[in-house]
Nanobody, 116 residues
Framework: QVQLIESGGGSVQAGGSLSLSCEVS????????IRWWYREPPGKEREFIA????????NYAASVKGRFTISLLINKRTTTLQMNSLRPEDTAVYFC?????????WGQGTQVTVSS
């Protein structure tokens, strides 16, 4: 059973930065092809933020492009999301997601709150 453990959420003032991490449990035996970050703002649907493909290609939602950076650590188990120039509208629960052996797995979510 693949488990995703998220960390790094918290509260910050507008203009500040936070870094989120998503660590995959050790019980994986094949490469993970794609990793995502999503977020769910209060009262809204979950939305795509960024993804990174195993070859290193990254994609971002227009709302975060230029401010957020998704990375994969050299250990291949941890995906990070560096969030700079945060805005109140970035307030949401952030989730990581991976596709492994044809199945999508989700993290438990971590709260990010940005105050004005």
């Amino acid at each position: 059973q693949v488990q995703l453990i998220e960390s790094g959420g918290g509260s910050v003032q507008a203009g500040g930065s936070l870094s989120l991490s998503c660590e995959v449990s050790e019980s994986i035996f094949r490469p993970i092809s794609i990793r995502w970050w999503y977020r769910e703002p209060p009262g809204k649907e979950r939305e795509f933020i960024a993804n990174i493909i195993s070859a290193g290609t990254t994609n971002y939602a227009a709302s975060v492009k230029g401010r957020f950076t998704i990375s994969l650590l050299i250990n291949k188990r941890t995906t990070t999301l560096q969030m700079n120039s945060l805005r109140p509208e970035d307030t949401a629960v952030y989730f990581c997601n991976v596709l492994y052996s044809g199945v999508y797995y989700w993290g438990q979510g971590t709260q990010v709150t940005v105050s004005s």
